[in-house]
């Protein structure tokens, strides 16, 4: 199971069942993927027919579409058929009837409509009723004018509406539907066979949407909700997929992140910039939540302190509710669906990941030390110095270390502070570091045994090709008595 303890995908699968239990959604289904692929999964409640779901049961994943959609237009930028600066004008001439904010107002891009910078106001409820609507009702919608929150271009606020914008976008440069354009240049390349905007066209079984039946229907009894079919609004929202495709799709774009990144029909470096902070996201937006937030291309990007970068985006339509998540750093991700209105799985998901993440980060056994050019000058810096304390040698350290370090703290001091703090626990200089940890690959802190303590040594490289050490830190850390 790719070195996650079984225990920990036992309270991944305990987060799930008991959504079930309590009554959020008559049916809810997750995975575990890593670089290799989905390495576990499980499902609970009725799919409809009597049965579990598991990784290959089809659910819809509403707005995780909307990177798709970057993708489609990222892959139709690079064959210079459209640039991310042109106005929507250029793609959709109703909206040229749409009267902007402000006299200076920029007619919205592709780029701010990407970035959910477009000025609209946020629209989930409206715009999830309308993805079947043809291009002429988009039209009308746009001919009788729209509400702007800011000035387009200025701020975040999340929008539907923008992406059915791109949606008619990438249809019109392609000269087809998007659908088929999606289709045709993300999905299929990727083999995401159950990945489709028609319910028909899955080959899997079909979760049904519901929500809560009326009041006095008691607790666990379901209205199935209709299917809505593909229109001018799908590019907003109108995928259905499974977990086994969904894990592929996100092993995908955190491979951007490696240094043997997958091929695909979207090149690693637009895959990375999906994936990179475009627009901040105001904490009132996301007020359940303690991480720095923005949006990119199609995806949220958080900052979490202990683990990094982590790449996300839930879906809600009717009936269902969907999330992936995945950490860029490890590689790490999880994805969940439901049906039903308003299941919110996120916050479940959001805990699965934690406690995935968490177990990989205490064990160290599990960890691979990280390869690279900088990570290899790190570990020669890390060799340089350790030989350094154990015996000081100026010429040494000049030869390890850039110029400002000397200056910063003359190596007199710094000799006589390493005894000091060597002598305070007793530390061992020829002994194995007891644990390491890093911030970047020029960055690394380890510890050394002591016995009254440990010694903390942290180093962090200049932007020189050379692998010199521009900090040095050593710091004696006494046991607590």
Same mark, same amino acid.
């Given at each position: 199971m790719s070195g996650i303890d079984p225990q920990v995908i036992a309270d991944v699968d305990a987060l799930f069942r008991e959504r079930v239990e309590r009554g959020v959604a008559p049916s809810s289904v997750w995975g575990v993927f890593d670089r290799t692929g989905l390495v576990a999964s499980g499902g609970h409640g009725d799919r409809g027919d009597g049965v579990a779901p598991d990784a290959d049961t089809v659910y819809r994943i509403a707005s995780c579409t909307k990177s798709v959609t970057a993708a489609t237009l990222l892959a139709l930028v690079a064959d210079d058929r459209v640039r991310l600066?042109? *106005? !929507? @004008?250029?793609?959709?001439?109703?909206?040229?009837? /749409?009267?902007?904010? @402000?006299?200076d107002s920029p007619v919205p891009t592709l780029r701010m409509l990407l970035t959910m910078a477009g000025g609209f106001p946020t629209d989930d409820p409206w715009a999830d009723r309308q993805e079947s609507i043809s291009d002429a009702e988009l039209d009308d919608v746009l001919r009788a004018g729209l509400l702007f929150d800011s000035v387009p271009g200025t701020r975040f606020a999340?929008?539907?509406?923008?992406?059915?914008?791109?949606? &008619?976008? !990438?249809? /019109?440069?392609?000269? &087809?539907?998007?659908?088929?354009?999606?289709?045709?240049?993300v999905l299929g390349p990727l083999g995401l066979r159950d990945t489709v905007f028609r319910a028909d066209d899955a080959r899997g079984h079909v979760v049904?949407? /519901?929500?809560?039946?009326?009041?006095? +229907?008691?607790?666990?009894? =379901?209205e199935p909700l209709p299917m809505s079919g593909p229109g001018a609004f799908s590019s907003i929202g109108g995928l259905f997929s499974t977990v086994t495709d969904l894990a592929r799709w996100g092993r995908h774009l955190a491979s951007a992140f490696t240094e043997t990144p997958e091929p695909g029909p979207v090149s690693p470096a637009d895959r990375r910039l999906m994936q990179q902070a475009m627009r901040?996201?105001?904490?009132?937006?996301?007020?359940?939540?303690? &991480?720095?937030?923005?949006?990119?291309?199609?995806?949220?990007?958080?900052?979490?302190?202990?683990?990094?970068e982590i790449v996300s985006h839930s879906g809600g339509y009717p009936g269902f509710s969907a999330h992936m998540r995945w950490s860029v750093r490890d590689g790490l991700g999880v994805i969940a669906f439901e049906n039903a209105t308003q299941a919110k799985v996120s916050a479940a998901a959001d805990r699965a990941l934690d406690l995935v993440l968490t177990a990989r980060a205490t064990a160290a056994a599990d960890r691979a030390p990280g390869t690279g050019p900088t990570v290899d000058a790190t570990r020669a810096a890390q060799?340089?110095?350790?030989?350094?304390? +154990?015996? =000081?040698?100026?010429?040494? +350290?000049? +030869? !390890?270390?850039? *110029?400002? /370090?000397?200056?910063?703290?003359?190596?007199?001091? &710094?000799r006589r502070a390493v005894a000091e703090a060597v002598a305070a626990v007793g530390a061992d200089l020829g002994a194995e570091p007891v644990a390491d940890e890093s911030q970047a690959p020029s960055h690394l802190r380890w510890w050394l045994p002591g016995t009254a303590g440990r010694l903390r040594v942290e180093i962090r490289l200049a932007p020189l090709a050379a692998g010199l050490v521009q900090t040095l830190v050593v710091r004696a850390e006494p046991s607590e008595r």
């Open positions: 600066d042109a *106005p !929507i @004008t250029d793609f959709v001439p109703a909206f040229t009837d /749409v009267v902007l904010p @402000t006299a999340y929008s539907n509406t923008g992406y059915a914008l791109l949606g &008619r976008a !990438i249809g /019109v440069v392609a000269g &087809r539907p998007f659908p088929e354009v999606a289709t045709e240049l049904t949407g /519901v929500r809560p039946a009326a009041d006095g +229907a008691g607790v666990g009894t =379901w901040v996201v105001p904490a009132a937006v996301v007020p359940t939540s303690s &991480r720095t937030t923005a949006y990119g291309f199609g995806l949220f990007v958080e900052q979490d302190p202990a683990f990094g060799a340089a110095v350790t030989r350094l304390l +154990a015996h =000081w040698d100026d010429d040494l +350290a000049d +030869a !390890i270390c850039t *110029p400002n /370090v000397a200056m910063d703290v003359p190596y007199e001091r &710094r």
